[in-house]
């Protein structure tokens, strides 16, 4: 059997994450349906679904079924696409454009885009809730555990909360890196270590590793998604570009500088393809995902 | 050994769930320290606590370890403080009182409300994730797939968007039945069967008993709002008062009149009562929290 390219894979899954998706937002013409067709416009039909990727990659290694990966994609994609229907209401980001689109709030009103999000992470909960995803009940159990550890005040929510409250300041590098590892860390490294517990392959030394390549590569992300706001176009982003300097936000390039945070970006890569050395086929699918990360365009 | 009275027994496990809670927030010092002192202020020193105090007396029935206990009764309070965080926001009800003090926006800002609320969230399921709140994982499981279909769009925040939608609107006595049994019946009743749930001395018939209780006290509990909301001042309540009429709302008084809607939960508490009949010691504390809630004055 010839091994499938990264981008063919890659486009399998995210086609894979997107049948996944429509199949567990409830149909827009149950009611409450206008409730619904909003939570469907804001989670169907874009985004690069790192998230997911990462988790069928890590399911992959630990030898998982792919059924059984399909809710971990499945809620942590739903995870952070409530985060970011919330992320662009008035009272936080207030933005008008993501994925390309209008966003929830415009398309529908702010008080459907607050319920649309609160729903989103209740179905996200519930989808990793069905049973079977581990053959031991007591480790989805943990993994339940993780998501909401990996959403909240300790983790993505948390790090919302530390981002609006640096608005305005000058923060070191190591400040950034702890909102950072918040915000958009927290959540990725979850989309892994889940996607990996859906499997019963790995041990506790490789599940180690795994963690490490999750906070770097969470990291990277981060860099890089700076980096772009400031050289690249709204177009190409789908999203506002320019926005970080717009609101005054310290991001890696205000603090190191574009050029010094693309060779950081560059390091991490590094860095997350060491810690993948150790597992079984060298990460498979997690290395190429960690290019894929560093060197998107958009 | 003496049987405690009813208000003995709702005080203690009023001080016990506050315990509870104060526990399973995040230290107010601990960083971010101000969402997690904005989760604290909206969570702890108020309430009536009702879900929790159904959540125990359930649990007492099924001969559940209260420590079990506990953690239903904390994830269905933390629920409810999140909707009603994200209620009081400007974009929904616009309101500045909430259990006598500002409302969290009021007190801190929206933007960090909309965060506390979106972690409370959270946090209710990571500690219906903590392992052995019944002898049986997978029991556990489907209590936490039960918690996020109440809590979703299909139940709390689907009764939102109906409430949202039908503002300004006649509805009829079925439509605002539909509502409330999303809005404020869904957490209710997953408070009653969740806490049965740690026990395991309950028979299938037992929780159709149990969860026909729980539909029919959570309308006699909205019912019983809307009297009060008409009938009661605000320093009583703790929260604005005459609400519906300035909001245009369809409210069992509107719809029914004062005197009817009086006459109906007094019906449904009969009604509740019946369902009880044919439970272990004739429902217990559940009865007399029936009486709680129908006969309450604020």
Known sequence: MTKIDFPGWARLHQERIERVLGDVLPASDLEPAVLHQAMRYSVLGGGKRVRALLAYAAGELAD???TRTDHVAAAVELIHAYSLIHDDLPCMDDDILR????CCHIEYDEATALLAGDSLQSLAFGVLAQQGLNDAPAVQITMLADLARAAGSRGMAGG???DLASEGQ???VAELELMHIHKTGALIRASITLGARC???LDSTAFDHLDHFGKVIG???QVVD???DADATT???GKTAGKDALQNKSTYVTVLGLGRAKAFAGELRTEARRALRALPGKGGRLAELADFIVLRQA
Chains 1, 2 share one sequence.
């Open 64 to 66: 998982a079924d792919a």
């Open 99 to 102: 994925r390309g689109k209008p």
């Open 160 to 162: 919302q909360a530390i």
């Open 170 to 172: 000058s923060l070191s």
């Open 199 to 201: 499997g019963n392959s």
């Open 219 to 221: 990291l990277a992300f």
């Open 226 to 228: 700076d980096v772009l």
């Open 235 to 237: 177009a190409a982003l």
